[in-house]
């Protein structure tokens, strides 16, 4: 669909020829649009739960909450499990420790027991049940309605009838494949942070893809990052937004900072150099040099609709933005690299996402700090618009456009899809 | 009176860390950067982890693992108006307690402190959990080589970031 007539909503305000698109504040500041959006969207769409590195040994299990559920994921012999992390007798929480390899989960209340695929073990004619009485499955563990996967990245949804991941992914399937094309022997989650800001889960999602916002928050940043750059060809990179379908999109553009498969950094020293140069060769010979580009060349930034952020900066890293209230976040974060990485790849890349990335970095506080100054302008009330105009021109099509990098193409699809669920 | 030896030792990193904390309080970051040796680092390891005094930022994720050129490039963007977070500035408060020197030889000496932060700024919060200070000796002072802050917090969960100096 294209934007060629304009249109309101309770959430949008749309007027083409003015080259005006508009978005309420309430969908940040409202605790009833936020309680219709659990039911309209969080709760039917595919949220992301982990990458199969979490889980890779049989036995292996962690604890994770999403939304209002405390979840249990655990690998048995058949593969990954997904439950709710409740005893199926009397409702105590099932397991207490956050993460390790277990064969069997012990309820502390009544001793029932549970395998890692679910069975009950130990409830049986020997102490007062019929025997084999899980034997239909009655007793077993609660899966969640709905597990699937892409490219290694376990995808839930609450939604029985949802349409399947790839289906949901469409065009940002791709995208994910590609992350996974790093290296032959698949990634493994390196690192993780997790940290709460006082704002709207939104607001986060639209952060994580903003090209805008760049110069203006992070100028400080930008300041380090050209020393580092001392010595190499600097530019401004060129690049695109682009519209996936789903409300899914992505910002791509010209790396502008080290990465350990493509772009070295003199700080790192030669033997760095060496290293990430013959990756980039492995990268060609292995992909070809256009898929090669793509990935080792390119500065990705993709929030899949609407709360999963995949990016490709100065490594891989997964963001599980979820909500606690309408005005409070929970933002989780896994920094991914390929297994058996060299060593010095390995340092280089913790280094770079540390001087960026994260929340002792030298762009998230910032970032954290405007997020949290949006959500107090919000919560004052009196002003019902924010504007989302930039590039904005009539008949833009809301899938499948793209638009320079730094316009907002990819913000106004993340929210023509939520206007699309939320007026449903 | 006759005061042992590692008490003496005790006394002198005491005052010396107090000081660091005192330059920290009144944001005299310059001349806290001036007391990391040449070699010196400045660590906060990643919330939950195990034995946080064991890892290295080499294999580990941490929130912030600063050599001392990126520390004063932390210095440096922490002493502009743009460091958004920081500006303006929030105000702080260290609370340095339960000294222990840990080891003492070949010029340096390792030690432990416990320790809570308060920041306020649209409202306080706290960090709180044990330091590692490793000094190396300097004439009749100290210069940090390594401080290492382990919180112990399983995220950054109320506090949401690490925008001060721990």
């Known amino acids: 669909m294209g934007w060629d007539q304009p249109y309101e909503s309770r959430f949008l305000s749309v007027d083409p020829a003015a080259q005006r698109f508009r978005v309420s504040r309430k969908c940040f500041a409202d605790a009833a649009v936020f309680e219709e959006e659990k039911r309209k969207i969080l709760y039917k769409s595919w949220l992301y739960l982990c990458h199969e590195s979490e889980v890779a040994k049989v036995n292996d299990f962690f604890v994770r909450e999403i939304l209002d559920k405390e979840l249990l994921v655990t690998r048995d012999a058949a593969g990954v499990n997904v439950f709710y992390n409740t005893c199926t007798h009397r409702g105590a929480l099932l397991c207490r420790n956050k993460a390790g390899n277990r064969k069997a989960f012990g309820c502390p209340y009544h001793g029932w027991t549970f395998a890692p695929s679910g069975r009950v073990l130990t409830r049986n004619a020997e102490v007062g049940y019929r025997a084999d009485v899980d034997a239909d499955g009655a007793y077993s563990l609660v899966r969640v309605p709905r597990l699937e996967k892409r490219a290694g990245f376990y995808f839930i949804n609450f939604d029985p009838d949802a349409i399947s991941l790839d289906e949901f992914l469409g065009d940002a399937g791709d995208r994910i494949d590609i992350l996974n094309e790093h290296t032959t022997d698949g990634l493994e989650v390196i690192g993780y942070h997790e940290y709460s800001i006082n704002g709207n889960y939104k607001l986060m999602c639209e952060n994580s893809y903003d090209g805008y916002h760049l110069m203006p928050t992070h100028a400080s940043y930008f300041a380090y990052q050209k020393a580092m750059l001392e010595g190499l060809p600097q530019q401004a990179p060129g690049g695109f937004a682009i519209s996936l379908t789903h409300g899914h999109a992505a910002v791509e553009t010209d790396i502008v900072s080290g990465r350990p498969i493509a772009q070295w950094l003199p700080v790192w020293g030669e033997h760095a150099r060496e290293l990430i140069e013959a990756r980039k060769v492995e990268l060609e010979a292995r992909l070809g040099a256009t898929r090669a580009a793509q990935l080792g060349q390119t500065n990705r930034l993709m929030v899949i609709f609407p709360n999963t952020v995949m990016n490709d900066q100065q490594s891989i890293q997964i963001r599980s933005v979820l909500p606690v209230g309408y005005d409070k976040m929970i933002t989780r974060a896994w920094l991914l690299g390929p297994k058996n990485e060299d060593k010095e790849l390995r340092r280089v890349r913790l280094e770079g996402a540390l001087s960026f990335l994260g929340p002792g970095g030298f762009a998230t506080p910032d970032d954290i700090e405007m997020l949290e100054l949006c959500q107090r302008g919000y919560a004052m009330g009196g002003v019902q618009w924010n504007d989302l105009s930039k590039g904005f021109e009539a008949g833009e099509e809301t899938a499948r456009s793209t638009s320079f990098w730094n316009n907002e193409l990819h913000l106004r699809a993340y929210w023509t899809q939520y206007d699309k669920m939320m007026s449903a | ?166």
């Open chain 2, 1 to 166: 009176m006759n005061i042992p030896e590692r008490l003496l030792t005790r006394l002198c990193v005491e005052d010396f860390i107090f000081r660091e904390a005192a330059l920290l309080d009144a944001w005299e970051i310059d001349a806290w950067l001036a007391l990391f040796a040449e070699d010196g680092s400045y660590e906060v390891t990643p919330p939950g982890v195990d034995g946080p005094d064991e890892i290295s930022r080499e294999t580990v994720y941490f929130l912030i693992g600063d050599d001392r050129k990126r520390l004063e490039h932390r210095i440096s963007r922490l002493s502009k108006p743009n460091a958004h977070v920081e500006s303006p500035r929030s105000k702080v408060r260290h609370v340095y307690s339960n000294v222990v020197v840990a080891e003492d030889g070949g010029g340096e000496v390792t030690a432990y402190a416990n320790f809570i932060t308060f920041r306020t700024k649209r409202g306080t919060i706290e960090y709180f959990g044990r330091i590692r200070f490793v000094l190396a000796r300097m004439g009749d002072g100290f210069m940090i080589r390594n401080k290492r802050v382990m919180m112990d917090i399983d995220a950054l969960v109320p506090q949401g970031k690490v925008s001060i100096l721990l």
